[in-house]
C-alpha cells in the first residue's frame, strides 16, 4: 500500500499541446498516472464528494493501449467516464496531461 494524489484537474497549460511538449510541464516531484488510477481517483472523488472531476476535459495518462496509442481518461458527467486513446504526435484543445505527486 502506499499513497496515491493526483491532481484534481490537467496540468495548467497543458492542451493544444503533443505527448513530448506535456512530458516537460511535468514537475521532478511529479509523475504521470495511468489510465486506472485517474479512473479509481475520479470516481471515488465523485462518490465521496458527490464532485465530478475532469468534466469538460481529458486527462493523458501514462497509459498505452495494445497498438501504442495512449489512453486518456475525462469528461466525467452524469454519463459516465470516457476512457480512449490518442496518439502522442497529435494536440488537441481538450486533451491535456494528469500528474500525480511522487511519493
Same mark, same amino acid.
Given at each position: 500500500?502506499?499513497?496515491?494524489?493526483?491532481?484534481?484537474?490537467?496540468?495548467?497549460?497543458?492542451? $493544444?499541446?503533443?505527448?513530448?511538449?506535456?512530458?516537460?510541464?511535468?514537475?521532478?516531484?511529479?509523475?504521470?498516472?495511468? *489510465?486506472?488510477?485517474?479512473?479509481?481517483?475520479?470516481?471515488?472523488?465523485?462518490?465521496?464528494?458527490?464532485?465530478?472531476?475532469?468534466?469538460?476535459?481529458? *486527462?493523458?495518462?501514462? $497509459?498505452?493501449? $495494445?497498438?501504442?496509442?495512449?489512453?486518456?481518461?475525462? $469528461?466525467?458527467?452524469?454519463?459516465?467516464?470516457?476512457?480512449?486513446?490518442?496518439?502522442?504526435?497529435?494536440?488537441?484543445?481538450?486533451?491535456?496531461?494528469?500528474?500525480?505527486?511522487?511519493?
Amino acid at each position: 500500500g502506499g499513497w496515491l494524489a493526483v491532481r484534481k484537474d490537467i496540468v495548467p497549460n497543458s492542451t $493544444s499541446k503533443k505527448w513530448k511538449e506535456q512530458l516537460p510541464l511535468i514537475t521532478e516531484a511529479e509523475r504521470v498516472p495511468n *489510465a486506472a488510477e485517474v479512473s479509481w481517483v475520479v470516481t471515488t472523488y465523485k462518490k465521496v464528494r458527490g464532485i465530478y472531476l475532469l468534466p469538460n476535459i481529458y *486527462a493523458r495518462t501514462s $497509459s498505452l493501449d $495494445s497498438d501504442g496509442c495512449r489512453v486518456f481518461v475525462g $469528461s466525467f458527467d452524469s454519463h459516465g467516464l470516457i476512457v480512449n486513446c490518442f496518439w502522442d504526435n497529435l494536440r488537441r484543445g481538450s486533451i491535456g496531461v494528469a500528474s500525480a505527486r511522487k511519493f
